[in-house]
């Protein structure tokens, strides 16, 4: 399929003749005047409000989607542009030409440049548009009780809940910056109640599909008579038009002008961190005229400095809704502990913590820096409890271990930083060995401290960092803890 001007009017072809332009060398894709007498198809509209799809993505007719871009209803937009002579991506904003790659195409029948960037959302090249809706959005009629939740927030939680229903309404930027276990979600709601009463569409966007699959069901609950996308890689509600969508940052690349508020939450998070095109499709997913609010444990040194000299609007949280201050790590040297495990040893004081654990029935986390040292370490860690376990990114059995681990059958389990957020044990003990690794920044480990001492019932818990030597990264993360600690004291948040 390719595009013909004719008549300043762009037409989808099946068979290309000799006059015709491929759609890169237009400079202005031309937008017919909406027609109010034409009788738009419904399913189309909600297909395409606030959307940026591809052909293959509309399961309509080309004769349809034709007359109702003929009629000003749908919109084209260049899928691969140029600045100057520079190619980037108008969907995922990819600029670097390492990025782009040419291949024969049987739409056009011309050698093609396309993007790979975002390839996983369908092949984007320079004979294929973008597609967006042009007319008006679909009516959502709002039910009298929008939410059902009969929760209460803590002093801290209501102050940064009234600060995101205010940045919603008022179409602001804000960050609230509240410690692991803070109790973010329940801070939402009064903004997203807010926000849907002002019939304004909403997203939640998170870097992580657990925490998709963890937000949804409680989203559900909380607002049950609201229709709610959940979107992710496989997922069936990928064309549901819906006044609430929780989805990952990637599923954001279909997006266009769609939210009049996105809720950016873990911003902090890998992937959002180090992906420009995830940040490209942030903003782009987000009205011109729209609210952006910030939701994060462990804001990046930028954004923290921009906090404390005023150029950031911010809230924080800095105490847990039980009122008992974050566990401050313990710095414990180790010596090279590395060594020792290529002789199938391990420091004596990391084997006496361990064991403490097991004597005590206290459940722990021991994060490792990589997963060939996590993997030779187990063997050793099972000769004091058989039934210690180990899980990374790529274990096929994350899942079940995990809940193993929640269910109290697993006593210890040895992780790489995939569990460095997103889950919450009731009552754990955390470890960290060879904490002067790299890969263990300012925000991991506060995150990794973060999962200790979150229950109510259980709102103390050991940090340890087991060293080869400190870290910047290390000194950074236990002062931010005794920092909040210290706000949180200041403020009244923490009985003392």
Same mark, same amino acid.
């Given at each position: 399929?390719?595009?013909?001007?004719?008549?300043?009017?762009?037409?989808?072809?099946?068979?290309?003749?000799?006059?015709?332009?491929?759609?890169?060398?237009?400079?202005?894709?031309?937008?017919?005047?909406?027609?109010?007498?034409?009788?738009?198809?419904?399913?189309?509209?909600?297909?395409?409000?606030?959307?940026?799809?591809?052909?293959?993505?509309?399961?309509?007719?080309?004769?349809?989607?034709?007359?109702?871009?003929?009629?000003?209803?749908?919109?084209?937009?260049?899928?691969?542009?140029?600045?100057?002579?520079?190619?980037?991506?108008?969907?995922?904003?990819?600029?670097?030409?390492?990025?782009?790659?040419?291949?024969?195409?049987?739409?056009?029948?011309?050698?093609?440049?396309?993007?790979?960037?975002?390839?996983?959302?369908?092949?984007?090249?320079?004979?294929?548009?973008?597609?967006?809706?042009?007319?008006?959005?679909?009516?959502?009629?709002?039910?009298?009780?929008?939410?059902?939740?009969?929760?209460?927030?803590?002093?801290?939680?209501?102050?940064?809940?009234?600060?995101?229903?205010?940045?919603?309404?008022?179409?602001?930027?804000?960050?609230?910056?509240?410690?692991?276990?803070?109790?973010?979600?329940?801070?939402?709601?009064?903004?997203?109640?807010?926000?849907?009463?002002?019939?304004?569409?909403?997203?939640?966007?998170?870097?992580?599909?657990?925490?998709?699959?963890?937000?949804?069901?409680?989203?559900?609950?909380?607002?049950?008579?609201?229709?709610?996308?959940?979107?992710?890689?496989?997922?069936?509600?990928?064309?549901?038009?819906?006044?609430?969508?929780?989805?990952?940052?990637?599923?954001?690349?279909?997006?266009?002008?769609? $939210?009049?508020? !996105?809720? =950016?939450? &873990?911003?902090?998070?890998?992937?959002?961190?180090?992906?420009? %095109?995830?940040?490209? +499709?942030?903003?782009?997913?987000?009205?011109?005229?729209?609210?952006?609010?910030?939701?994060?444990?462990?804001?990046?040194?930028?954004?923290?400095?921009?906090?404390?000299?005023?150029?950031?609007?911010?809230?924080?949280?800095?105490?847990?809704?039980?009122?008992?201050?974050?566990?401050?790590?313990?710095?414990?040297?180790?010596?090279?502990?590395?060594?020792?495990?290529?002789?199938?040893?391990?420091?004596?004081?990391?084997?006496?913590?361990?064991?403490?654990?097991?004597?005590?029935?206290?459940?722990?986390?021991?994060? $490792?820096?990589? !997963?060939? =040292?996590? &993997?030779?370490?187990?063997?050793?860690?099972?000769?004091?409890? %058989?039934?210690?376990? +180990?899980?990374?990114?790529?274990?096929?059995?994350?899942?079940?271990?995990?809940?193993?681990?929640?269910?109290?059958?697993?006593?210890?389990?040895?992780?790489?930083?995939?569990?460095?957020?997103?889950?919450?044990?009731?009552?754990?003990?955390?470890?960290?060995?060879?904490?002067?690794?790299?890969?263990?920044?300012?925000?991991?480990?506060?995150?990794?401290?973060?999962?200790?001492?979150?229950?109510?019932?259980?709102?103390?818990?050991?940090?340890?960092?087991?060293?080869?030597?400190?870290?910047?990264?290390?000194?950074?993360?236990?002062?931010?803890?005794?920092?909040?600690?210290?706000?949180?004291?200041?403020?009244?948040?923490?009985?003392?």
């Amino acid at each position: 399929m390719r595009f013909r001007l004719i008549n300043g009017r762009l037409m989808l072809q099946k068979y290309f003749s000799e006059d015709s332009r491929r759609i890169s060398q237009i400079t202005a894709i031309p937008l017919p005047p909406l027609n109010p007498l034409f009788q738009f198809n419904p399913e189309l509209q909600r297909l395409l409000s606030g959307k940026q799809l591809l052909l293959d993505d509309l399961p309509y007719p080309l004769d349809e989607i034709q007359t109702h871009y003929e009629n000003g209803y749908i919109t084209f937009r260049k899928g691969i542009d140029y600045d100057g002579k520079k190619p980037f991506c108008a969907r995922c904003g990819n600029k670097d030409p390492q990025w782009f790659a040419t291949y024969p195409c049987a739409r056009c029948g011309e050698t093609c440049l396309y993007c790979r960037h975002c390839i996983m959302m369908g092949r984007i090249s320079e004979c294929t548009p973008l597609i967006g809706w042009n007319g008006p959005v679909p009516d959502i009629k709002m039910p009298t009780d929008i939410m059902n939740w009969q929760g209460t927030l803590s002093q801290g939680q209501l102050e940064a809940s009234k600060r995101v229903a205010d940045a919603i309404l008022q179409n602001k930027e804000w960050l609230i910056w509240a410690v692991c276990g803070a109790g973010k979600t329940e801070v939402l709601f009064a903004g997203i109640e807010a926000g849907l009463a002002a019939n304004k569409r909403l997203c939640i966007a998170t870097p992580r599909t657990d925490v998709v699959l963890e937000l949804t069901p409680r989203l559900k609950a909380a607002f049950p008579q609201i229709e709610i996308a959940s979107l992710y890689g496989g997922s069936k509600d990928r064309h549901l038009f819906a006044p609430l969508t929780i989805a990952t940052t990637h599923q954001l690349l279909r997006f266009y002008h769609a $939210f009049d508020a !996105i809720i =950016l939450d &873990e911003v902090d998070a890998f992937p959002y961190t180090v992906e420009e %095109s995830l940040q490209h +499709a942030a903003n782009q997913a987000r009205k011109p005229e729209s609210a952006m609010v910030y939701l994060t444990a462990t804001p990046n040194p930028k954004w923290q400095k921009e906090c404390l000299s005023g150029k950031r609007a911010f809230t924080t949280i800095p105490a847990r809704f039980h009122r008992h201050p974050l566990p401050v790590p313990e710095f414990a040297w180790c010596g090279n502990w590395q060594k020792q495990l290529q002789r199938n040893k391990l420091p004596p004081g990391i084997l006496q913590w361990v064991k403490e654990r097991i004597k005590n029935g206290k459940q722990a986390l021991i994060f $490792f820096p990589h !997963i060939p =040292l996590m &993997e030779k370490a187990l063997p050793i860690f099972r000769n004091l409890a %058989s039934n210690i376990e +180990a899980v990374h990114a790529e274990d096929p059995d994350r899942k079940e271990k995990v809940q193993k681990m929640r269910s109290r059958q697993i006593p210890l389990l040895l992780t790489t930083t995939i569990l460095e957020r997103g889950v919450t044990f009731p009552n754990i003990d955390v470890a960290v060995v060879g904490a002067e690794d790299t890969i263990f920044t300012e925000s991991a480990l506060v995150q990794i401290a973060g999962r200790a001492g979150r229950s109510k019932d259980h709102p103390d818990g050991v940090v340890i960092f087991f060293h080869y030597g400190k870290t910047e990264a290390m000194l950074k993360a236990r002062k931010q803890i005794m920092t909040m600690n210290r706000e949180g004291v200041k403020r009244g948040l923490i009985d003392v």
